[in-house]
């Protein structure tokens, strides 16, 4: 159990005993929370509020009265109030977030309700266990699978939920089930999994391919060979890395036949399977090839024995016209020609015509004051989910520009954006004002993923 969330404050629990012990009017709003009386106690913190805005048992009972009512911005506004005068308050931000994942638990919405089981097991809050229990009778079998999957050895019913969710009529549903019962329970529950190969959906196939590789067993090889002529793309990738892993054999017919497949991942898996095997001479034949990106693979593949044919490779990628080529290279230049070989053509890189190149470089340079400055030019930029990127990795390097950045993201008019500037505070580890901010906003998935990253950057000391 971590150790923020072992001291952290029980949902319904706010008054908080002080050194003297609460004021008789932050005794008397809590009474009123503890009767549901929400309103009346937000109505009554408020009045006695004026009389001593300084107490802080009374401020607390006040925030959690918003909450109550479902008012995230109010009682963000609360907090912001009180942090104005007085600076963060972890313990309450803390309760904060987990009332926001208990709420998100019971909302209408089957896709929050799935997304707050998943934190709940990922933030591993004991304290949330029997909520998530719940969960288990969710409407919605995708919720139901992710509830018993979560708490699969904690309680009883869990493992004949999560079997019973194998023959759900909802295919996510069954993905969940197999990829967490081969998680949790492991090869004991192959024989189980095995059959679940066959499935009529793909996300499916993918969970089993996912377990059998977790179960590391020599017999599954000829299943994985099967899947890796699969109908679906992502299936066949997944299996051909699968094959890549462990003692599997030699795929080398299978691997060289792959390598016309029409998806990009399948190509990439079966050099990945090349490189296994150690097949140098087909992995040298690529080096030189047509497909670029296939090649760059098939480079960091052969390691020292590509010699002088990596940085052809990786010049040829970084000069193609397609841009996704170029920043693909970018991001193995370090791997294929070291440090030292990859610097003079990230510099050049800073200078491409297009951003995601840009700062793809930028990223690998963070000491470099010319990358730097292409961050700071992209936050000016139109884009805004590139601004996010380039604020994430100014904050990251703790570039005065980055969390005022990120906090400006916070309040972008589009939810996918402000999700992905919330969720840039915890690629960063940096937490800033915004972050509290999310903590109200409209979307309850901006809330919850604000809530996490409360719960991991607000330390509870």
Not at 73 to 83: I, K, Q, T
Not at 136 to 153: H, K, N, P, T, Y
Request: glycine share 8%; charged share 25%; net charge negative.
């Amino acid at each position: 159990m971590r150790r923020l969330l072992t001291r952290a404050v029980l949902v319904i629990a706010l008054a908080l005993a002080a050194a003297c012990g609460p004021s008789a009017a932050a005794r008397h709003a809590q009474s009123l929370v503890d009767q549901g009386d929400y309103a009346g106690a937000a109505a009554y913190a408020a009045a006695e509020r004026q009389k001593a805005p300084g107490d802080r048992a009374l401020w607390r009972v006040h925030v959690r009265a918003a909450l109550g009512q479902h008012d995230a911005r109010g009682a963000v506004g609360l907090y912001d109030e009180w942090r104005a005068t007085h600076g963060d308050d972890v313990e309450t931000l803390h309760m904060m977030a987990l009332t926001t994942i208990w709420q998100a638990l019971e909302s209408p919405s089957a896709q929050t309700r799935l997304a707050a089981v998943r934190a709940v097991e990922r933030l591993e809050i004991e304290r949330m266990a029997e909520a998530v229990a719940e969960r288990m009778g969710d409407d919605e079998d995708v919720v139901a699978s992710a509830a018993a999957v979560a708490i699969l050895r904690a309680f009883w019913q869990a493992p004949q939920v999560a079997t019973d969710m194998l023959k759900s009529a909802d295919p996510e549903a069954r993905a969940i089930a197999v990829a967490g019962i081969a998680k949790k329970v492991g090869v004991r529950a192959a024989d189980d999994l095995r059959p679940m190969a066959t499935d009529a959906d793909p996300r499916v196939r993918r969970a089993v391919v996912g377990a059998l590789v977790a179960f590391g067993e020599a017999r599954d090889t000829e299943l994985l060979t099967e899947l890796a002529a699969d109908q679906d793309a992502d299936v066949r990738a997944a299996a051909l890395r699968a094959l890549a892993t462990g003692k599997r054999g030699d795929h080398g017919a299978l691997a060289r036949a792959a390598l016309a497949d029409e998806h990009l991942g399948v190509r990439l898996a079966a050099v990945a399977v090349l490189g296994a095997a150690r097949d140098r001479a087909t992995l040298t034949s690529l080096l030189g090839g047509a497909d670029l990106v296939v090649a760059l693979h098939a480079a960091r593949a052969l390691g020292d024995d590509a010699g002088e044919a990596a940085g052809k490779a990786l010049d040829a990628a970084l000069a193609a016209t397609d841009w996704t080529v170029r920043a693909g290279a970018v991001n193995l230049a370090v791997a294929l020609v070291g440090k030292a070989g990859a610097r003079a053509r990230l510099e050049q890189a800073l200078l491409d015509e297009r951003v995601e190149v840009k700062l793809a470089a930028a990223r690998l340079l963070d000491g470099d004051v010319r990358a730097r400055a292409v961050l700071a030019d992209a936050l000016a930029g139109a884009d805004a989910h590139l601004r996010v990127q380039a604020a994430v990795d100014l904050a990251r390097v703790d570039d005065a520009r980055g969390l005022p950045a990120l906090d400006a993201a916070v309040g972008d008019a589009d939810p996918a954006v402000r999700l992905a500037a919330v969720g840039g505070y915890q690629l960063a580890h940096r937490a800033g004002p915004g972050l509290v901010t999310a903590l109200g906003d409209d979307s309850p998935l901006v809330r919850l993923v604000a809530a996490e990253g409360v719960l991991e950057l607000y330390e509870d000391d």
